[in-house]
C-alpha cells in the first residue's frame, strides 16, 4: 500500500510532465521514431497531440496506432494568413496542455513557415528537424543542395526555431559522408536514420531539462 508521502511525491512528479505536440505534413517517420522512442525509453514527456496539416499526411494513422491523438488543421487557403492559422494551432495544442510554459512543439516533416506570433509565444520551446549540417543548405532540397555543391560531407540537425529559415541556435547534429555515387534519393536514407536517431535524443534532453540556451550557443548539461 501507498504511503501518503510517496503519493504526494508521484502526484507531484506527474504534474509536472511536460506536454510534447507534433506538427508533421507528410510521411512522419521522424514522428514516429520520436513517439516509439519515447515510450521505449520513458523519456518523461507526455506525446498529447499530432497536427497534421495536409488530410493526406500517412503521419496521422501512425500516430493514430500509435495512441496519440491526432488533428488535421488544413492550411488550405490560409496561404497568406500564417497568424490566423497559427492561431488555430496554437489554440489546439493550448486545449491539450501544450503551452508556453508547459510544452514542447516538434516540428517532423512539417512543410510550413510557422509565424513569428507563434515562434514569440512559444520562445525557445519550438524544435525542428532539417536534413543538413546547418547553417549550410537551409530551406528546400537540403540533400540535392549539399550533391550540387560536391560537399564530401552532409547529415542532419536539430535545431532551435527561431524567425529565420533553418537558422535557429543547433542542438544536435549527425554527420552522413557523402559517396561518389550518391543520388538525392540514397543520401536522403542515410541521413533519415541519422534523423531517427538525433530528434529523439533531444526530445529527451528537453524533457530532462538538461539543455541551455547561451546565445545562440546551446549547451548540453552532464
Ligand atoms: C525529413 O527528412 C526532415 O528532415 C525534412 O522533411 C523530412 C520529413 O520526413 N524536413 C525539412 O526539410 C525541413 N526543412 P518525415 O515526415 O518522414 O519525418
Known amino acids: 500500500m501507498l504511503t501518503n508521502k510517496y503519493f504526494i511525491l508521484m502526484t507531484c512528479q506527474k504534474q509536472s510532465l511536460q506536454n510534447l505536440g507534433i506538427l508533421i505534413s507528410g ?7 520520436i513517439l516509439k522512442t519515447i515510450k521505449k525509453q520513458k523519456i518523461p514527456i507526455k506525446p498529447s497531440i499530432v497536427i497534421s496539416n495536409k488530410a493526406n499526411a500517412k503521419g496521422l494513422k501512425i500516430a493514430q496506432k500509435l495512441g496519440v491523438k491526432t488533428l488535421l488543421i488544413d492550411s488550405k487557403g490560409y496561404k497568406n494568413k500564417r497568424v490566423e492559422y497559427d492561431k488555430r494551432i496554437i489554440h489546439e495544442l493550448e486545449k491539450n496542455g501544450v503551452t508556453s510554459k508547459n510544452g514542447l512543439v516538434c516540428l517532423a516533416g512539417f512543410m510550413r513557415v510557422i509565424s513569428p506570433y507563434f515562434i514569440k509565444k512559444y520562445k525557445n520551446r519550438i524544435l525542428n528537424i532539417h536534413p543538413a549540417l546547418l547553417p549550410s543548405y537551409p530551406g528546400l532540397n537540403a540533400q540535392e543542395q549539399a550533391i550540387q555543391n560536391g560537399a564530401k560531407f552532409s547529415g542532419c540537425t ?7 529559415v533553418d537558422s535557429g541556435p543547433i542542438i544536435i547534429q549527425s554527420v552522413v559522408k ?10 536522403s536514407k542515410r541521413i533519415l536514420v541519422k534523423e531517427h536517431k538525433i530528434y529523439p535524443e533531444a526530445v529527451n534532453l528537453f524533457a530532462r531539462k538538461k539543455i541551455r540556451l547561451s546565445g545562440r550557443r546551446v549547451m548540453i548539461l552532464d
Open 178 to 187: 557523402v559517396r561518389n555515387n550518391d543520388t538525392e534519393q540514397t543520401l
Open 158 to 164: 536539430v535545431h532551435f526555431v527561431d524567425e529565420g
Open 27 to 33: 510521411r512522419g517517420s521522424n514522428m514516429e521514431s
